[in-house]
């Protein structure tokens, strides 16, 4: 059976793996989509697309998947309110991604639109807040799990 702590310390480094890059992504990745140019930006968009996706995927299914898990049995010493919000964020991250930036990629495939590119950076401040707050939720966790003997 697997451990809290195997669980936290996994949650933990999907999680806060995440934080640095939605960071990243935020502050200079998405930014730089101006500068491809129109010649190569569709290619670009492609690839970016299938290359993300193997960055971001199994990060995001094992902070989900160890989400739910703590949600169903929270660690001892942990308010059990807590791991539902986190639940919660990672829930709207996922809304946030499928339903606004995802569309948005697959509209800057066929091209630079420039209106697209600025509703993308914008609306990825939202994922930005929450998995900050999610990189928060979790530090508040492994504390507790640290002063904790039991766990």
């Known amino acids: 059976m697997l451990s809290t702590p ?3 310390l996994a949650h933990a480094a999907a999680t806060l793996f995440m934080v640095g890059l939605i960071w990243f992504v935020q502050v200079v990745h998405y930014p730089l989509f101006a500068r491809v140019g129109t010649d190569g930006f569709v290619p670009y ?5 299938v290359l993300t996706a193997w960055v971001v995927g199994p990060p995001m299914v094992l902070e989900l998947v160890t989400a739910v898990w703590l949600a169903l049995h929270p660690p001892p010493g942990v ?6 919000v986190g639940l919660a ?3 709207a991250l996922w809304l946030s991604t499928f339903f606004l930036q995802v ?3 697959e509209s800057l495939r066929t091209g630079f639109q ?6 993308l ?3 990825n401040l939202l994922r930005t807040a929450l998995w900050t707050l999610r990189g928060g939720v979790v530090l508040f966790l492994l504390w507790r799990a ?6």
């Open 79 to 84: 308010n059990p309110v807590v791991p539902w």
């Open 6 to 8: 195997f669980i936290l």
């Open 103 to 105: 569309p948005l990629h």
């Open 89 to 91: 964020l990672v829930a």
């Open 146 to 151: 640290m002063t904790r003997s039991e766990c």
């Open 114 to 119: 420039p209106d697209v590119w600025r509703r």
């Open 121 to 123: 950076v914008v609306t």
């Open 45 to 49: 968009a492609a690839a970016h697309g």
